[in-house]
């Protein structure tokens, strides 16, 4: 008896296979991101002279393991509640308590000589407990980030009074993809001044391990 031929699977359509359920899985697949603060850090600048900041310049905050909110300013040490952060920022940041040529034009604080001299020498230095937890760490963050933005639209709104906008409004207008080129060049420069005016400086310590 004659052995019959195995038949022969045709392979052909493999590729075509494999191709499809690719394109079904990069469909309907959902890729998870994380949450957090959206921040472009500062360039890196290299400097041999040592940098002297005096304390009054510094607003010191430490989040402790108990998620407890310290506040270290003008040779003072409270404990604050974290509604009360953005007032308080704000307050130091518009100080203007400098002379001379640490005065600050635009400050309309109570220009105590034992705060902040003016918007550039201010500095916001934050330090958590590593058993922080992450809720309190991004409600400070937020309100700090807000305390700067508020000092920002005043000044933006100060300076461009015909725009009829703040900061933020003009840095969304920026991000709009609908802004036209020529308009985007426009507020890109403005955006830039009031960043110089009211420069963000945040510093975060390496949190504590107890």
Not at 16 to 25: E, G, K, M
Request: net charge negative; proline share 4%; charged share 30%.
């Amino acid at each position: 008896m004659a052995k019959r031929a195995a038949p022969e699977v045709n392979a052909g359509s493999m590729a075509d296979i494999a191709f499809l359920l690719l394109i079904f899985f990069l469909v309907t697949t959902t890729i998870e991101t994380d949450s957090g603060l959206n921040r472009k850090l500062p360039p890196m600048e290299d400097s041999d002279e040592d940098v002297i900041i005096k304390e009054k310049n510094i607003f010191q905050l430490e989040v402790n393991r108990k998620n407890q909110l310290f506040l270290k300013t003008g040779g003072e040490e409270k404990v604050i509640e974290i509604k009360e952060l953005r007032a308080s920022a704000v307050t130091f940041l518009d100080n203007g308590g400098g002379a001379g040529d640490n005065a600050c034009q635009f400050c309309q604080g109570k220009k105590n000589p034992r705060s902040s001299d003016n918007f550039d020498k201010a500095i916001i230095s934050l330090q958590n407990d590593r058993a922080t937890e992450y809720d309190t760490y991004i409600a400070v963050q937020n309100e700090i980030i807000a305390a700067y933005n508020e000092l920002r639209n005043r000044e933006f709104k100060r300076a461009f009074p015909s725009l009829d906008m703040n900061f933020i409004e003009a840095e969304n207008a920026y991000s709009d993809a609908r802004t036209t080129p020529a308009t985007k060049a426009k507020l890109k420069e403005k955006l830039e001044q009031i960043k110089i005016l009211v420069p963000q400086k945040f510093s975060e310590a390496e949190p504590k391990s107890n």
